[in-house]
C-alpha cells in the first residue's frame, strides 16, 4: 500500500538539510505599528556562532511580550533577509496555526542550549 499524499510535493533530504532551523531565546520584544498585520519585533540570541537576530513575527493573538521574553523559539537562520516596512527581518520565526489560524509558536518543551540546529 502507497502511504504516499499526492496533494503533499516530496522533497530530497538533502534540499531538507539546506534549511538551517535553529533554537534561539528571546532576548527583546518590541511593538511595531507599521506592519500590516499586527506583529511583534522580537530580537532573539541564537550563540556564539550566530549571534543575535532581528524577526518580525505575527504573533500578538496567542504570545505576549511578558510571555516571550526568555523563552526559546524555532527560526530559520539562512534564509535571505526581508525588508518589511522599515524593519529588516534576518529570520522566520517558525509557528503554526491554532483553531482559528492565528500563529502559535514552535518551541522546545524543555531549556535547551540556544544555537543548535533542528534534526
Known amino acids: ?6 496533494a503533499v510535493p ?3 533530504f538533502d534540499d531538507f538539510l539546506k534549511v538551517d532551523i535553529r533554537v534561539g531565546r528571546v532576548t527583546a520584544v518590541e511593538p511595531f505599528p507599521q506592519a500590516r498585520k499586527p506583529a511583534f519585533k522580537l530580537t532573539i540570541d541564537f550563540g556564539p556562532e550566530i549571534g543575535t537576530r532581528r524577526s518580525s ?3 500578538t493573538v496567542n504570545h505576549s511580550p ?8 524555532m527560526a530559520v537562520v539562512n534564509f ?9 527581518s534576518e529570520v522566520l520565526t517558525l509557528g503554526v496555526p491554532d483553531a482559528d489560524g492565528n500563529v502559535m509558536l514552535i518551541r522546545p518543551d524543555r531549556d535547551v542550549p540556544v544555537g543548535g540546529r533542528l534534526y
Open 57 to 59: 513575527a505575527q504573533i
Open 66 to 73: 511578558d510571555d516571550l521574553v526568555g523563552s526559546l523559539v
Open 1 to 6: 500500500m502507497d502511504q504516499t499524499n499526492s
Open 80 to 88: 535571505p533577509p526581508r525588508q518589511i516596512g522599515p524593519f529588516l
Open 10 to 12: 516530496q522533497i530530497a
